[in-house]
């Protein structure tokens, strides 16, 4: 028999993170997408935050708007499913970066520097973002 849980599922937690991630990443709202859908914004949160779980047709439908495959919303979770997988296990420079790209700016910053073409640019703009790193660490 399975132990009671408080909270969401972090299987259900990982599938918002990546839902919200790919939305981010296409520069769709909540709202969009919901419309899209025929969901609410306040639905799509639940879905985001893990609160409430995807039905396996409404993920099929995120994947065919969102322009993923299924998969795209278990990578990462590890072989062992959950509990133990490696997304949840692990933390420090890992969390670090899942934060960055989970939120509007880090999405941004990922948008605008992928579009620098020139190699030297793009070595100046990590070595710039290093020193300013460098400098607000304890």
Not at 14 to 21: C, D, N, P, T
Not at 88 to 99: H, K, N
């Amino acid at each position: 028999m399975a132990e009671k849980r408080d909270g969401p599922h972090p299987i259900d937690v990982h599938v918002g993170s990546r839902i919200k991630l790919r939305r981010m990443i296409l520069g769709l709202s909540q709202e969009s997408l919901g419309k899209a859908l025929g969901l609410t914004f306040q639905q799509i949160q639940k879905y985001e935050k893990g609160v409430n779980r995807i039905g396996a047709s409404r993920i099929f439908e995120m994947s065919q708007l969102l322009e993923v495959p299924v998969q795209f919303f278990y990578d990462d979770l590890g072989d062992s499913g959950w509990g133990g997988a490696s997304g949840f296990a692990e933390s420090g420079e890992r969390d670090d970066v899942l934060d960055l790209v989970n939120s509007a700016e880090g999405v941004q910053l990922c948008r605008y520097f992928a579009a620098i073409k020139d190699s030297e640019v793009k070595k100046r703009v990590l070595d710039l973002v290093k020193s300013i790193a460098e400098n607000e660490s304890p």
